[in-house]
């Protein structure tokens, strides 16, 4: 090889050095560019889907994708919140979401979806995470790939709960609203401006005798229904006038009266109805006032009734207020009191009529009433002009709607005529116990004035016998003997009498006396001769009364029976019979017995049959004053002869 | 000892006066008997302080002063209370009795109708007082 060669190989192979090394550089150059530009459209790339991812994910409503077997394969954060499900770790298809009643919906959507390639506005309930219903609203979308083919569908999810809770809470308050009208027990009607029905209710077919549904009624014209329904009031025409006369005016009206034939009464209210500025219509409203009017009225005939009995009533009538101050007085009041109504009212009735003894009865009866309490009571009133009367007075609280006392009603009955008979009785009464007590004096004086002559007589004579001891004959001494005796009788009768004029007349108090016991007692001290005896048939009751006394009726037939048995074996049977309210008790001897005809005469005072030294004939009439007092009665049966059998009750 | 009494006897009927009397001679008792035939008199008679009687005997029924308002004097006075004052009488009246007891008497004497038994019962009576300490004023 030539040096040329060489050296032309070598210099082109310096200058191919040299071209390469440029175009390397160029290269170099060329790439940094390249490297820069590519850096800075991944940087833009970058940029462009983070601000994207940015919109999702801060987007306030939930976004979702699925693929197109339904499962999800992206969640935004709202969308993680609203579901809670983590998709990135939970496989979830979107059929798990649906809520199964709205399923038949979705279904119908996801055609939609299919067909036309979106859905709008489908709102349903989902189950979130946590088997929480949540209403949604979706609008979504199918999304394409760069050959228009379907890979995945998209969704906007707003969650609508709230809203859907709400707007439910509305139709509720509504329908409540709806049916209250509907049930009101005022009939209404809204009209429109052309006065057609807007609204109606249940009310107002029963008041006019509409036999149809009030929504019925709707769009049907007020003013031919009312020409048609005029015929139900009083004054038909009347009611047609006012109704256009209001109807013209557009102006609130309250409480006409309406009187309907069936003898209802109706109040009327009109009312226009606007909501700002804007009229929504006009409201009438019809009520059924015939209760309130007629009760009224019953009330007014009534209370008319009452206060014209109070006015004519013979009582008198005070109404006070709680400080006894006269409020109200009836016309017998005034006639009572000799005080007409303007002179009293106003007056305290407590220092105007209460004497001086009769004010703190007064407060009394005041304080009973501020109780509640009533009752009636006796006072002693002063009059006009001074006069003193007894009023009988009735006194009653008076109370307010509210059930408040406020104050006091009397009825007052004038009893001093009563009360001076009353009086009149107690002083009589006073007056006979003192001339009984007198009696009883009377008596014992006299016994002791017709006793001591008796007594002077006794000692005189002994004093004869005694200064002519030895010089009087058998005869005087005999004598002197008789005038003993007869004093001695003389005396015992005084004693009766005394006895007889003291039984009733000393108020003993009466006590239980067992009569068996009394009895057995009486027997031993009674002289009984050894010839009678005394057989007693069932044991003898206890007796409220004076032991005492029952005593001496006991004592007093036993003794007469003994007396008069003349037979050699003599018989007293005593018995008792238990009658409801009374004993019967019953004494028979076998003695001589009594003729009939002096049954009566026995009883009566100084009527001894057989006039004899210890009977003074009194006896009987003792017994009969002391069964009498017992409440008993004394009779007798008896044959002459045979014997007498005495009966007497005494009260249990 | 048996006492000899002063015995005021304050009686309105000479025949009661005469039957004390008798029986104190028949008793053969030394009792002097100062007669008062009703209260005025008695009260004459105890006017004389330094001879009062030991024993009152008093009968109920007398006219003017009667004998509970005679024993009620009696009472209401600060020496003469303290005379022993029986009653004699007719009346065995409750009220007359419980009256008496009340103002203050020392016995009731029912007189009885028989003569004997007058005697035997004032008998009884004045040996009773006659045994008594009675105060001396």
């Known amino acids: 090889m030539s040096v040329n060669q060489t050296e032309i190989l070598e210099r082109a192979l310096k200058r191919e050095k040299a071209a390469r090394k440029a175009a390397e550089k160029i290269l170099e150059e060329k790439s940094r560019e390249l490297y820069l530009t590519s850096q800075r459209l991944e940087e833009l790339l970058d940029e462009k889907s983070s601000q994207l991812e940015g919109i999702f994910e801060n987007i306030l409503d939930a976004y979702v994708v699925i693929d197109l077997k339904g499962d999800f394969i992206k969640f935004n954060e709202a969308a993680t919140k609203l579901f809670g499900y983590d998709i990135t770790r939970d496989k979830i298809n979107v059929t798990h979401l649906i809520h199964k009643e709205d399923y ?97 209710n249940n009310k107002f077919c029963e008041l006019f005798g509409i036999d149809a549904n009030p929504k019925d009624l709707v769009g049907m014209d007020c003013v031919a229904a009312s020409e048609r329904n005029k015929v139900l009031f009083k004054d038909p025409e009347g009611f047609l006038n006012r109704m256009r006369a209001i109807d013209l005016e557009k102006k609130v009206v309250i409480g006409d009266e309406l009187e309907m034939v069936d003898g209802k009464i109706l109040e009327r209210n009109y009312m226009p109805i606007i909501i700002g500025e804007k009229s929504k219509g006009f409201l009438w409203t019809f009520t059924d006032v015939t209760l309130k009017r007629t009760y009224r009225k019953s009330l007014e005939a009534q209370k008319q009734k009452y206060y014209n009995i109070i006015a004519n009533m013979n009582l008198g009538m005070v109404e006070l207020n709680n400080n006894d101050q006269i409020l109200m007085v009836n016309q017998s009041f005034e006639e009572m009191s000799g005080y007409t109504e303007a002179e009293v009212i106003g007056k305290n009735a407590r220092t105007l009529f209460s004497s001086k003894e009769g004010a703190g009865l007064l407060k009394e009866e005041r304080e009973k009433r501020k109780k509640g309490e009533s009752n009636s009571y006796e006072f002693e009133a002063i009059c006009k002009k001074g006069k003193r009367r007894y009023w009988l007075v009735s006194g009653a609280p008076n109370y307010n709607l509210d059930g408040e006392i406020i104050g006091s009603i009397g009825i007052h009955l004038d009893v001093t005529e009563t009360k001076n008979l009353e009086f009149q009785k107690e002083k009589l009464l006073e007056k006979l ?79 239980d006396v067992d009569i068996e016991t009394m009895f057995n007692d009486l027997i031993k001290i009674l002289y009984i001769p050894e010839h009678i005896i005394i057989k007693k048939c069932n044991v003898l009751p206890v007796i409220k009364g004076d032991k005492t006394k029952l005593q001496q009726v006991f004592q007093n037939l036993i003794s007469n029976s003994v007396k008069f048995i003349d037979k050699d074996d003599g018989n007293i049977i005593i ?78 | 000892m048996v006492k000899k009494l002063k015995i005021l006897l304050i009686e309105d009927d000479m025949i009661e006066i005469m039957k004390l009397n008798r029986t104190i001679s028949r008793l053969k008792l030394d009792h002097t008997i100062v007669e008062a035939n009703n209260g005025e008199e008695a009260l004459e008679v105890l006017e004389q302080k330094d001879n009062l009687p030991d024993i009152i005997l008093l009968d109920l029924n007398m006219p003017k002063i009667n004998g509970i308002e005679f024993l009620k004097i009696l009472k209401a006075d600060d020496v003469l209370k303290y005379i022993p004052t029986i009653i004699l009488s007719t009346s065995n009246n409750k009220k007359d009795l419980l009256e008496c007891y009340k103002t203050g008497v020392a016995g009731y004497v029912i007189k009885p109708l028989k003569y004997e038994d007058y005697v035997s019962k004032i008998e009884k009576l004045l040996a009773y007082w006659s045994v008594n300490e009675l105060i001396v004023v």
């Open chain 1, 104 to 200: 038949q919906y979705a279904m119908s959507s996801f055609l939609d979806l299919q067909t036309k390639g979106f859905f709008k506005d489908y709102e349903a309930r989902v189950y979130t995470k946590s088997k929480e219903v949540k209403w949604v609203h979706i609008n979504g979308s199918i999304v394409f790939d760069k050959n228009k083919k379907p890979i995945a569908a998209q969704g906007i999810v707003r969650d609508i709960t709230a809203q859907k809770a709400s707007a439910e809470k509305l139709i509720e308050s509504e329908n409540r609203l709806a049916s209250l009208i509907v049930n009101l027990d005022s009939g209404i009607v809204l009209e429109d401006e052309n006065r057609n029905i807007v609204l109606t």
């Open chain 1, 433 to 511: 116990e003192k001339s009984n007590d007198e009696l009883q004096e009377y008596a014992h004086i006299v016994s002791h004035d017709l006793k001591s002559p008796l007594r002077s007589i006794d000692a005189l004579v002994s004093w004869l016998k005694e200064d002519n001891k030895g010089k009087l004959d058998a005869v005087s001494l005999q004598n002197f003997g008789l005038i003993e005796t007869t004093l001695e009788k003389m005396e015992q009768l005084i004693t009766d009498v005394l006895n007889y004029s003291s039984v009733g007349a000393e108020t003993s108090k009466k006590e």
């Open chain 1, 575 to 652: 018995d008792v019979e238990d009658l409801k309210s009374h004993y019967k008790f019953s004494i028979q001897d076998n003695g001589i017995g009594i003729d009939k005809k002096y049954h009566d005469k026995i009883f009566k005072i100084f009527h001894s049959l057989k006039k004899s030294k210890d009977s003074s004939g009194i006896g009987l009439s003792i017994v009969k004053k002391i069964v009498n007092l017992h409440e008993g009665e004394i009779w007798l049966d008896s044959e002459p002869n045979v014997g007498t059998t005495f009966y007497f009750t005494l009260k249990k």
